[in-house]
């Protein structure tokens, strides 16, 4: 193998253009992108999906779809044009200079191949083979701080966590040791405590590789805490560039300004005013866009932006923005009040009372506690926030609630002080329709056969008990209720986007005007401007009609915004419960803690990490004594290990599961606390 | 075009996108232009119109004896020339389309239906009744057609309709294991708990619910059992068991002139076996583009 020359950009695109063909026409994509990645450089790039983020990373590549075309510019990867090579260089410059990782490490593994033989083969493509080839991919293996490699390489991908499997997917990539690095949301489907594992370890191996980065995402604070440089997308245009720390504190460009304002910050919530969004719609591709495409959105746009393309103005110091008045970007207007009469507490009876739930399942003859002694109590118009891992028993525990799934005897769930039945089908009428969910994925909620009237009339129906008249008017109303207008009712989900397509959904629970709406992740697959709009409008709601939502979501910043009390699960044990403000702001359980610790924070305040070793136990055999001890970064001693702590009231309201008493956590957290809450 | 007209808190709904086709019009378009496809709808429809006008347009009379010309090989004015009877083998091949064109694809929707709802139980409910049900099934469909027919036949005595039920119900089972499976992949979407949270009947929830989500894999499953339906039908015409005489139906022709071939009087079969294939492979060839059409 030859040296590859190392030019002083690993990547640069000149005035790249690409286009999708849809319906016989050239749809453009991308416009005149132009963008440098020197080495050694990790260069971020955001935007909602649909703005030609993940395009970029293919068309570096040359692997567009079968309808894409890169319809002008270039592409230049080490020095060398992409766009000129045969299919044997291009073949050669894949495998040799630029690799990628892709967001769902599932789908990039093979699954019927081990991961020793997949790892392997790369290094055979360049002529290693036998005994080198298996030490070269065991060495890959213990670069990614996967501790067992041997182990592993014996392994079929589906044996291993959703982390495990990207970290090694990270080693292939970096297997052929590429000169480029493109990471397209490679932590997006992950737990936010493997995701923090993962971006550690990429940092890390930033500093050991001289590789250049590529590192696509949507969530603004994971590239601030990857990235030198950042490049913001919008429809196929670079609407701002900068450094990092520059574009994320001093934006220039509305666009840039908007998006960061969507995001609930600082431990913002529901009653220190809604959230910001961005009104519009992102221009659909190929789109005619006159003037700056952002106009339309722009509470700032004059003529002069409706009929004037702003260039990419370069303001120094490597800052670029695309807007004529990006000296002013930042007077962007908020579109929503920035502050909302807030509800006066109540002391109303709890809506909802659940006593000592359990929920066990058989797992190949083993008992699974997937719910084990969960007491919880909520007034009406609260929000309980649930938190936890993945397999942590948030979902179980609401499946519970619905009478989805039958609890095992003895627990108890109250409802307005009477008994719910265990299971749906006993439940009366009114109880069924006193407790609905708005789901994660809005295209499995939705019957993709049935139009939005017939989902919502049927719904009224069924739960409002209406019928002829009263319930045209009641759906009428209804669908104002979450902004959604008549010419909504009659097309069928496909043909909405996914931020009304969960409108619909939150209307559909809405129906039967219940008490309690749970809402599992019902953001989670939505931008952050559509997140944003949801998350007021269930907000809204709440405030209007005095309704309580249990609220799922590993996203800890929206749970904040919207919860009044927190139960943090793990392996299906409450850990903590009490107040928002309490488990947030602490001294909390170290799991809590943990989990805090991991959420990658836009302004880059955090100090000391804490990360969770290992993986998360199977609940078919969950440790002895405290649950959390195998993990605990803060384990006191063979107490952790053999007795399980009581919930032991540390405040008013808050408990805490823990052997360490409230006031030594309170003085172990302190020096953190100051440091995780600026002013 | 501007923004600040809109809610306060909220970013104006889109227009729906009607510009995209729907699912089914997506279909539709993938079918025309599908060569397979068009080539099946071609001989299909060509029998099927044999089937339907043929009586009106053919040369003689396909029932009519003419002892005089009796055997008479394949010439101008008898094409496929005639049978031992003297009828034309032409004629006959024409309107014999009818009968199996009848009995095929009722059975086949028969077979549908009753497969659709079976397989719509045992998906939905699983447990208990589909550990059951599919046992059954499975047993069901490990007997030959022939058995069936024999034993029906004896049960009910010789007619079309008793094809048509021998058939429906033998094909039934294999529908209802595609739709079963389907029904299964369904029945753990959301909007089904959705159904479940309004106290939905199972009837509603399976029927209205997850019916219209499983309607491909039924149609596509549908057309590729109308082949084996012609095909089912044809056998048992030529085993004596289906379509009976006068019929010129293609089977039951076959079946007897099929000892003349040996004298050398191969226009009296060979025309009739043509029949049977080439609707059974336009049949076939119609199934693969609807097959291709759904899972593109």
Same mark, same amino acid.
């Not at chain 1, 005897?409 to 039945?421: F, P």
């Not at chain 1, 007021?536 to 609220?551: E, G, H, K, P, T």
């Given at each position: ?679 | ?112 239906? $009753?497969?659709? *709802?079976?397989?719509? =139980? !045992?998906?939905?409910?699983?447990? +208990? #009744?589909?550990?059951?049900? &599919?046992?059954?099934?499975? $047993?069901?469909? *490990?007997?030959?057609? =022939? !058995?069936?027919?024999?034993?029906? +036949? #004896?049960?009910?005595?010789? &007619? ?18 595609? #739709? ?117």
């Amino acid at each position: 193998m030859t040296e590859p020359s190392h030019a002083a950009n690993s990547l640069e695109l000149k005035d790249l253009s690409v286009a999708y063909r849809v319906g016989r026409r050239n749809r453009a994509v991308l416009r005149n992108v132009n963008l440098t990645i020197k080495a050694g450089e990790a260069y971020g790039l955001v935007g909602e999906s649909g703005c030609g983020k993940s395009t970029v990373a293919l068309s570096v590549v040359r692997y567009l779809p079968r309808n894409g075309s890169i319809t002008g510019g270039s592409i230049a990867l080490d020095g060398k044009d992409v766009m000129k090579l045969d299919s044997e260089a291009l073949r050669r410059a894949r495998a040799d200079s630029v690799s990628m990782v892709y967001q769902d490490p599932g789908k990039a593994l093979n699954p019927s191949l081990r991961i020793g033989r997949q790892l392997t083969e790369i290094f055979e493509l360049s002529g290693i083979t036998g005994q080198a080839a298996t030490d070269k991919a065991t060495a890959m293996l213990n670069r990614v701080r996967i501790s067992d490699p041997v182990s592993v390489m014996q392994r079929y991908p589906h044996q291993l966590s959703g982390g495990m499997q990207q970290r090694v997917a990270i080693a292939m990539a970096l297997a052929n040791d590429p000169s480029m690095l493109i990471l397209d949301e490679p932590t997006t489907g992950l737990d936010a405590t493997v995701e923090a594992e993962v971006l550690d370890l990429i940092g890390q191996l930033r500093r050991e590789l001289s590789a250049s980065i590529l590192f696509i995402s949507h969530n603004l604070a994971v590239v601030s805490n990857m990235c030198d440089r950042v490049g913001v997308l919008y429809a196929g245009m670079l609407v701002e560039e900068g450094w990092t720390k520059d574009v994320f504190n001093d934006p220039r460009h509305p666009y840039t300004v908007a998006l960061l304002r969507c995001l609930p910050r600082g431990g913002q919530r529901k009653d220190q005013g809604r959230l910001d969004t961005i009104p519009g719609f992102l221009p659909g591709i190929g789109a005619n866009i006159v003037g700056c495409a952002f106009a339309d959105r722009c509470a700032l746009a004059t003529e002069r932006c409706r009929t004037e393309p702003p260039p990419l103005y370069d303001l120094g110091d490597g800052r670029l923005s695309r807007c004529h008045y990006h000296d002013n970007a930042q007077a962007l207007p908020r579109t929503t009040p920035a502050d909302v009469p807030a509800a006066p507490p109540k002391h109303a009876p709890p809506v909802l009372q659940v006593e000592g739930l359990n929920k066990t399942y058989a797992s190949h003859g083993h008992p699974l506690r997937a719910v084990k002694d969960v007491s919880v109590s909520l007034r009406p118009g609260e929000t309980l926030g649930l938190v936890g891992e993945s397999g942590s028993g948030k979902t179980t525990f609401a499946r519970l609630l619905l009478g989805l799934v039958a609890p095992d005897d003895g627990g108890s769930i109250e409802l307005e002080g009477k008994k719910l039945a265990p299971r749906l089908a006993s439940r009366t009428e009114d109880q069924v329709k006193a407790v609905q969910i708005v789901f994660q994925n809005p295209d499995s909620a939705l019957n993709r056969s049935h139009s939005i009237r017939h989902i919502l009339s049927r719904a009224l129906k069924r739960l409002g008990g209406l019928s002829g008249k009263t319930l045209d008017t009641r759906l009428e109303e209804l669908v104002r209720s979450v902004r959604l207008t008549d010419r909504h009712l009659a097309v069928k989900p496909r043909q909405l986007s996914g931020g009304l397509k969960q409108r619909v959904a939150i209307a559909r629970a809405f129906a039967g005007d219940p008490r309690i709406v749970v809402c599992d992740e019902p953001t989670s697959a939505l931008d952050v401007s559509v997140q944003a709009a949801i998350l007021n409008l269930l907000a809204d709601l709440q405030s209007r009609q005095d309704v309580s939502y249990i609220f799922i979501s590993h996203d800890l910043g929206v749970v904040r915004y919207l919860s009044d009390k927190i139960a943090v699960l793990y392996l299906g044990r409450i850990m903590e419960f009490g107040p928002s403000e309490a488990v947030f702001s602490g001294p909390h359980h170290p799991y809590t803690e943990a989990l805090l610790s991991a959420v990658p924070k836009l302004d880059r305040t955090e100090s000391s990490r804490i990360r969770l070793d290992g993986e998360i136990p199977s609940a078919a055999n969950p440790p002895t004594g405290c649950v959390f001890h195998t993990r605990c970064p803060r384990k006191i001693g063979a107490i952790c290990e053999t007795q399980e702590p009581q919930l032991t009231e540390a405040q008013p309201g808050h408990t805490i599961g823990c052997h360490i008493p409230y006031a030594e956590l309170a003085r172990l957290q302190a020096p953190k606390i100051t440091a995780a809450e600026p002013a | 075009m501007s923004a600040t007209d809109t809610p306060a808190s909220l970013p104006a709904p889109a227009a729906p996108d009607s510009a995209r086709r729907s699912p089914w019009g997506e279909v539709l378009h993938s079918l025309s232009r599908s060569g397979t496809f068009l080539t099946g709808l071609f001989i299909l429809l060509f029998w099927v119109v044999c089937a339907l006008f043929g009586q009106n347009f053919v040369p003689y009379d396909p029932l009519a004896s003419d002892i005089i010309n009796a055997l008479t090989p394949p010439a101008a004015d008898h094409w496929f020339g005639t049978d031992q009877l003297g009828r034309d083998v032409f004629s006959r091949v024409i309107v014999g389309s009818r009968d199996i064109l009848t009995v095929a694809p009722l059975a086949t929707i028969l077979a549908t239906i $009753a497969g659709t *709802a079976l397989g719509l =139980v !045992i998906g939905y409910f699983r447990g +208990i #009744v589909d550990d059951i049900v &599919s046992r059954v099934l499975e $047993a069901f469909m *490990a007997i030959p057609v =022939v !058995i069936i027919a024999l034993l029906a +036949i #004896v049960a009910l005595g010789t &007619s079309k309709i008793t094809v048509i039920v021998v058939i429906g119900l033998s094909f039934a089972p294999i529908i209802a294991r595609t #739709v079963r499976s389907a029904v299964l992949a369904e029945r753990e979407l959301d909007y089904v708990a959705a159904a479940k949270l309004r106290h939905e009947g199972a009837l509603h929830t399976m029927f209205v619910e997850i019916l219209p989500n499983v309607i491909p894999p039924i149609l596509v499953e549908t057309t590729v059992r109308l082949g084996y339906a012609i095909f089912a039908v044809a056998t048992l015409s030529f085993m004596g068991f289906g379509i009976q005489p006068p019929s010129p139906d293609w089977g039951l022709s076959i079946s007897s002139n099929y000892g003349m071939i040996g004298g050398g009087f191969w226009w009296t079969v060979l025309f009739d076996a043509l029949a049977i294939a080439s609707l059974v492979i336009g049949v076939n060839l119609v199934a693969d583009g609807v097959h291709g059409a759904f899972n593109d």
